[in-house]
């Protein structure tokens, strides 16, 4: 079935060095992604959208690009501090429908 | 900033009992989701509820599940009779749209049944 899934389970990096993190999807019409940011204990925590309208987001430290034409989503974090290590997720949505549907995740582990 | 509160933090019931968990979505907010996580495993995505009626469900969400919004403010979700594999974290989220939107999640419910 069409799914949304990470390549890298978990990913450390030393502080002040920026992240990458990939998602890659399949369902062809998607054309809203979120990135959310899970920290033990927590819900997901929006980070970041963007639309299939676009192939790049920037926001606070954080940018998304989108590749529609491979169906790949990134995420990445400038100067990543210690309070950004947790469980980043992508999640896709289609105007089909108002369902979610999250990828498997990668762990961000940053080295002081 | 507003966010979703979700009541209790953690749940421990009877296999075979009900259970209802309970959320206070953001107050300006019209979509409302239910989701769960099953330990290691990714979000899954439950139901959507509008305007008083289920928008849109997954196949998890069958005829032991159903959701209410009792009042104004409060969003629940009841499993009539649990089993062992309703074990998961159940996170409430609600949207102001549904188009193009993020959905805002709250700390979750951690249900154990026993």
């Known amino acids: 079935g069409e799914s949304v899934g990470l390549h890298l389970p978990t990913l450390s990096v030393q502080e002040g060095d920026n992240s990458i993190i990939n998602c890659a999807y399949s369902n062809s019409a998607s054309d809203y992604f979120i990135w959310y940011k899970q920290e033990s204990g927590k819900g997901p925590q929006f980070i970041i959208d963007?639309?299939?309208?676009?192939d790049k987001r920037q926001g606070q430290r954080v940018t998304v690009l989108l590749n529609k034409t491979v169906k790949h989503l990134s995420l990445q974090i400038a100067a990543t501090q210690p309070g950004d290590s947790a469980v980043y997720f992508c999640a896709e949505n289609h105007n089909a429908g108002n369902m979610l549907t999250f990828g498997g995740g990668t762990r961000l582990m940053v080295k002081p | 900033e507003p966010e979703v509160t979700q009541t209790p933090s953690h749940q421990v019931t009877q296999m075979g009992q009900e259970v209802i968990l309970r959320c206070v979505p953001i107050s300006n907010h019209l979509y409302f989701y239910w989701y769960r996580q099953i330990l290691g495993q990714k979000v899954e995505f439950l139901v959507s509820f509008y305007n008083n009626e289920i928008s849109e469900k997954s196949e998890i969400f069958d005829d032991q599940f159903s959701v209410e919004r009792p009042d104004g403010s409060n969003f629940t979700l009841k499993i009539r009779s649990t089993k062992l594999e309703d074990s998961a974290m159940y996170f409430c989220?609600?949207?102001?749209?549904?188009?193009?939107?993020?959905?805002?999640f709250g700390d979750g419910t951690r249900l154990s049944i026993l």
């Open positions: 963007i639309r299939s309208n676009m």
């Open positions: 989220a609600s949207s102001e749209e549904t188009l193009d939107q993020p959905q805002h």
